[in-house]
């Protein structure tokens, strides 16, 4: 493909509903990350599949956030009973291995939770 | 822990000026720094990395481990180099403490 994909590009929701968030990641790229960007701020680090595993979850905040990666390529991101803090731009980012260190990210899916 | 610390939100200087955006890590070893850039209605993308000793677009980053810093030089400034940048950092390459964190970002102003 042309790049990381990430759908939905915006998604707008109530408080207390449950989101997907989706990542199609370069075709090869064994790594794949996710972090969360809010305004003003840096990308903030979620977590980090290395294959099909979690290789690092220390960043995902509490129990409402789960992600998956059950074949090695898509990824979904997953909150439950949104809050309005979990408003945010929720950035993809794959690699052709972790060793590299480059990353290449997609567009993000903008949340708003009313 | 691991930090990286960008202390000027914004930094504006005149072209043909010379450029320094500022990056401070905290990491107990030896990490990998690298910086980030995203333009103006483009995706973040990878600018430069320590390792690579390389100057891209003009751009050099010099690792100093003794002052923990991984400052962003560039002697002469344009325009098109108007954009965010983002310092980050991550645990040395094929080791367990791999994820890739990022500092707050300093956008890069130049002015005509």
């Known amino acids: 493909g042309a790049g990381v994909s990430q759908t939905p590009s915006n998604k707008v929701t109530e408080k207390g509903k449950y989101v997907e968030l989706r990542c199609d990641p370069i075709s090869g790229h064994t790594a794949l990350y996710w972090y969360r960007q809010s305004l003003g701020q840096g990308p903030e680090f979620l977590i980090y599949?290395?294959?099909?595993?979690?290789?690092?979850d220390s960043g995902l905040p509490n129990d409402r956030f789960f992600a998956v990666r059950p074949e090695g390529s898509v990824s979904t991101l997953k909150i439950q009973r949104t809050e309005r803090g979990d408003s945010a731009v929720y950035l993809c980012?794959?690699?052709?291995?972790?060793?590299?260190?480059?990353?290449?990210f997609g567009e993000g899916s903008r949340l708003t939770v009313l | 822990a691991q930090r990286v610390t960008q202390p000027e939100k914004l930094l504006s200087v005149f072209k043909g000026a010379p450029v320094e955006l500022k990056c401070n890590y905290s990491?107990?070893?030896?990490?990998?720094l690298f910086w980030y850039v995203q333009y103006s209605r483009q995706r973040l993308q990878l600018l430069l990395r320590h390792i690579s000793r390389e100057s891209i677009k003009g751009f050099t980053a010099d690792l100093n481990k003794g002052e923990t810093s991984f400052h962003l030089k560039k002697p002469f400034a344009q325009e098109e180099d108007s954009a965010m940048y983002y310092c980050?950092?991550?645990?040395?390459?094929?080791?367990?403490?791999?994820?890739?964190?990022f500092g707050s970002g300093t956008r890069l102003s130049i002015r005509p």
């Open positions: 990491y107990s070893g030896s990490p990998e």
């Open positions: 980050a950092l991550s645990g040395p390459r094929y080791s367990s403490a791999s994820k890739i964190i």
């Open positions: 980012a794959s690699s052709l291995d972790r060793a590299t260190g480059e990353l290449f």
């Open positions: 599949f290395q294959g099909t595993g979690a290789a690092d």
